[in-house]
Each structure stands twice: as structure tokens, then as C-alpha cells.
């Protein structure tokens, strides 16, 4: 049964209307909460120029600050989803929230790189989890003809993000001197004291689970149930719940090698994005923000045109393989770029497909993983694509240093990205083993 076509009439439920309600109370909240996660992962990439000549960070300095946040994610992501499937989505986000607001507004007090370096992995401690507890949050919501679309709502934030973050962050930027703090100092408390008030409105208005839940009827409720359980069917017998063996499922593996590289060369990228667009463009820093901002639109209308487009096909595997074969070719066009034109080509590819990428590994991970697996299956696959994002940008700051520019890192993340197709490639027939039906 295809959500939001049929009507399951003898039980009087429409399940397009069921799913409706379901988006609006989760997915704007949801949302709204990995918007700010994204903006203090990623808002040094705005703070490096003046915060590193500030504090006199070289770029290896910078890149190992950057790195160390997605280490400690790493490590404590399969942790985080354990103890979220035991004390329940909505108390174990709103803490995720809570502790990495308050860490990432102490950014704002770093003066030595190791103090740089605490904060940074602390950050990472505190957020680990979240978003891939969110995706298995939405799993327990969202049957598989509907999948796609939630969860591409809700990661639109990310892109979206940029938009923001472009913006804001060079106004905070200017606020240089204001209250006797820095432009740096400011965006960090400005950006990351929000996540607090909004970890206490996930605590107030997250919903549990479906049963729970005093907005569906009883016929309702055992409609999604049943929707729920025969996409499980789908999935093969369940398993039992031993950590272990969801950590050894191919799937796992396969989906969590993508993760690895496809983000290794993301977060990499971002890290120093505001630089190398400059560097490539010419442009002044409000000017690149703009672009990021820009940027973020396109990003975000390419991760919903796929999650709708790929729910419609019933296809995922077309989808990621175009969209990861784009990205490299933003990379390559980069690193061999001979001008403003070729440079802002190159963004442009980028912005407007990494995010469809991920989110077609998250997509195949909800199809392919049992409803008993995802839960560390999900925080597995991230953990693995996080320490990605830990060596990349360490590599990345090391060869600056060495070379004075980005190139050899700019040809680095296109090779790691060539390796993340041929990974695609190993996912595509391993999909077409498990699931001779899908495409």
C-alpha cells in the first residue's frame, strides 16, 4: 500500500491525512533542533579568519580542532542510541540539546589550543546521537512509501542552514568590539545559546511513539501499525537485539563505508569553505556568506526533489549514484578550477547534491535495516561516517600548511570521492541481492 494514495476505506483512515499530521507536529520541531546542531558543528568555518589570526592557529591547529568534534561523536554515537531507545526519543534528544548549547556558547572562551581542542570533542560528546536518533525516531513514524519525504523535511535543515549561517554570521562577525568581545566571540554565543530553549521545547512537544499519542483515533494508530509491521515483513525475519549483530549486517557496513568517505570530504570542505570560496572567487567575506546562503537553497531543493522523486520511483539507487558522481565532479572542477565561472560551476554542483548523497545512504538504511536493528544500525552508520569528518580535515590542515594552498587537499577529497562511487556501485548490487524487487 502506497502512503498518501490509498485509502484504506473500511476503517475510515486516510493514511496521506494520518502522515500529514504526523509531519506537522515532527518534523518542523525536528528540524528546527538539527538547524542549530548544523550551525554549531560547522559556524568556526565563518569564525577561523579572525578567531585563528586572534589566537595564532595554524591551519594543522585548526584542522585538529575542526576533526576532534566528529571523534568523540563518533565513539560515543552507538552509546547514545542504546540509552535513546531505553529512556524514550523526546528526554534523550531535549539532553543531546541542552548540554551541546551550553558547550558550544563556551566556544566563545577559548584562548589556547588545547582549550580549542576540549571544547571542540566536548561539543562532539554532547551531541552524539542525535541524528541518528532522530532518523530512527522518524523510522517508528514513517512507513517506507513515505520515508523519503520526512526524512528529506527534516534534513533540508541542514542546507538550509547555510542560509542562515551565511548571513548571520557575518553580522555577528561585525559586531567586532561590541560589549569588549570579538566578531568570533559573539557568533559562538549568539549561535549556540538557542539550542537550549529548543532542547526544552522537544521536551514539551516531541510525541513518544504512535500509541501514545492522543491526536490519531484507535483506527488510525493500528492502520500506521500495520503499515509499519508489513514494511518489517519486507525486511526479512527480526533479529534479536544484540548490538553485535546489528553491527556486522552488510548493509551496515557498506552504507557506513559511503558515510566514511562521502563525509570525510563534506565536512572537510565546509570546514574551510568560506576560504576556498574566497580564494577562488576573489570575493570579500560578506559577499562569499551571501553565496553560501544561496547556496543553501540549492541545497535544500535538491534534497527534497529527491526524497520526493525517489518515494514516487520506489528507487533510491539512481538517485545516489547520480548525486555522488556530481559532487565529485564539484570537487574536480575545483581543484582544477581557472576562474570565477569554473569555481561557482563547481559550487554549484556541491551544494545542490552532496546533501542528496546522504541522504540517500539515510533512505537505504531505513529500507534496507530491520525495525529491531535501526536503532544502533543508524548510529553505527554515522559513527563510521563521522570519523570520516575527524581525519579529513586534520589531512586537509596539515597539507595547507605544508603547500601554502588548497590544491593537493582540493585533489584529495576528489579521490576520496571516487572511492565513495565505487562504494555506491558495491551498494547498488548488494541492494538488488536483498531486495531483488527494488531497484
Given at each position: 500500500m502506497r502512503v498518501g494514495v490509498v485509502m484504506v476505506v473500511a476503517d475510515r483512515v486516510d493514511g496521506a491525512d494520518v502522515m500529514a499530521r504526523a509531519a506537522w507536529r515532527i518534523i518542523p520541531l525536528l528540524g528546527l533542533a538539527y538547524m542549530i546542531a548544523f550551525m554549531d558543528r560547522s559556524n568556526i568555518s565563518f569564525a577561523a579568519k579572525t578567531m585563528n589570526a586572534d589566537l595564532g592557529f595554524s591551519a594543522t591547529v585548526y584542522?585538529?580542532?575542526?576533526?576532534?568534534?566528529?571523534?568523540?561523536?563518533?565513539?560515543?554515537?552507538?552509546?547514545?542510541?542504546?540509552?535513546?531507545?531505553?529512556?524514550?526519543?523526546?528526554?534523550?534528544?531535549?539532553?543531546?540539546?541542552?548540554?551541546?548549547?551550553?558547550?558550544?556558547?563556551?566556544?566563545?572562551?577559548?584562548?589556547?589550543?588545547?582549550?580549542?581542542?576540549?571544547?571542540r570533542f566536548l561539543l562532539g560528546l554532547a551531541e552524539a546521537g542525535f541524528f541518528p536518533g532522530v532518523i530512527f525516531y522518524l523510522s517508528l513514524w514513517f512507513p517506507r512509501a513515505a520515508r523519503g519525504r520526512a526524512i528529506s523535511r527534516f534534513y533540508i535543515s541542514g542546507p538550509l542552514t547555510r542560509v542562515v549561517m551565511g548571513v548571520v554570521s557575518v553580522w555577528l562577525l561585525e559586531a567586532n568590539g561590541a560589549g569588549g568581545l570579538r566578531g568570533w566571540?559573539?557568533?559562538?554565543?549568539?549561535?549556540?545559546?538557542?539550542?537550549?530553549?529548543?532542547?526544552?521545547?522537544?521536551?514539551?512537544?516531541?510525541?513518544?511513539?504512535?500509541?501514545?499519542?492522543?491526536?490519531?483515533?484507535?483506527?488510525?494508530?493500528?492502520?500506521?501499525?500495520?503499515?509499519?509491521?508489513?514494511?518489517?515483513?519486507?525486511?526479512?525475519?527480526?533479529?534479536?537485539?544484540?548490538?553485535?549483530?546489528?553491527?556486522?549486517l552488510p548493509a551496515v557496513m557498506l552504507l557506513g563505508a559511503v558515510g566514511f568517505l562521502t563525509t570525510c570530504a563534506y565536512y572537510t570542505f565546509?570546514?574551510?569553505?568560506?576560504?576556498?570560496?574566497?580564494?577562488?572567487?576573489?570575493?570579500?567575506?560578506?559577499?562569499?556568506?551571501?553565496?553560501?546562503?544561496?547556496?543553501?537553497?540549492?541545497?535544500?531543493?535538491?534534497?527534497?526533489?529527491?526524497?520526493?522523486?525517489?518515494?514516487?520511483?520506489?528507487?533510491?539507487?539512481?538517485?545516489?549514484?547520480?548525486?555522488?558522481?556530481?559532487?565529485?565532479?564539484?570537487?574536480?572542477?575545483?581543484?582544477?578550477?581557472?576562474?570565477?565561472?569554473?569555481?561557482?560551476?563547481?559550487?554549484?554542483?556541491?551544494?545542490?547534491?552532496?546533501?542528496?548523497?546522504?541522504?540517500?545512504?539515510?533512505?537505504?538504511?531505513?529500507?534496507?535495516?530491520?525495525?529491531?536493528?535501526?536503532?544502533?544500525?543508524?548510529?553505527?552508520?554515522?559513527a563510521m561516517s563521522q570519523a570520516g569528518a575527524f581525519f579529513g580535515p586534520i589531512a586537509w590542515g596539515i597539507a595547507r600548511d605544508r603547500t601554502g594552498s588548497y590544491h593537493a587537499g582540493l585533489w584529495g577529497l576528489a579521490a576520496v570521492q571516487v572511492l565513495a562511487l565505487l562504494c555506491v556501485g558495491a551498494i547498488a548490487r548488494y541492494r538488488r541481492s536483498a531486495m531483488p524487487t527494488a531497484v
Open positions: 584542522g585538529i580542532g575542526g576533526g576532534v568534534f566528529f571523534l568523540s561523536y563518533a565513539l560515543f554515537e552507538v552509546p547514545s542510541n542504546i540509552l535513546l531507545e531505553r529512556v524514550g526519543a523526546r528526554r534523550w534528544i531535549a539532553r543531546i540539546m541542552v548540554s551541546w548549547g551550553v558547550i558550544a556558547a563556551a566556544m566563545m572562551f577559548v584562548h589556547t589550543a588545547w582549550q580549542f581542542y576540549v571544547l566571540q559573539w557568533l559562538f554565543l549568539v549561535e549556540g545559546l538557542p539550542a537550549v530553549g529548543v532542547g526544552l521545547l522537544v521536551l514539551w512537544l516531541l510525541p513518544e511513539e504512535p500509541a501514545r499519542v492522543a491526536w490519531l483515533s484507535q483506527a488510525e494508530k493500528d492502520w500506521l501499525a500495520g503499515e509499519l509491521a508489513a514494511d518489517g515483513a519486507r525486511n526479512g525475519p527480526g533479529h534479536d537485539r544484540r548490538v553485535l549483530r546489528a553491527l556486522r565546509t570546514l574551510s569553505e568560506p576560504q576556498i570560496l574566497g580564494a577562488v572567487t576573489g570575493w570579500s567575506v560578506k559577499s562569499v556568506g551571501y553565496l553560501v546562503s544561496v547556496g543553501g537553497l540549492a541545497g535544500a531543493a535538491g534534497m527534497l526533489f529527491t526524497g520526493w522523486a525517489s518515494d514516487r520511483a520506489g528507487s533510491r539507487m539512481p538517485f545516489m549514484v547520480g548525486s555522488t558522481a556530481l559532487v565529485l565532479l564539484g570537487y574536480v572542477l575545483f581543484a582544477t578550477s581557472g576562474g570565477v565561472v569554473s569555481g561557482l560551476f563547481a559550487y554549484a554542483c556541491y551544494v545542490a547534491c552532496w546533501g542528496s548523497v546522504t541522504l540517500s545512504v539515510w533512505m537505504v538504511c531505513t529500507d534496507l535495516v530491520g525495525s529491531r536493528d535501526m536503532a544502533v544500525a543508524t548510529a553505527m552508520v554515522n
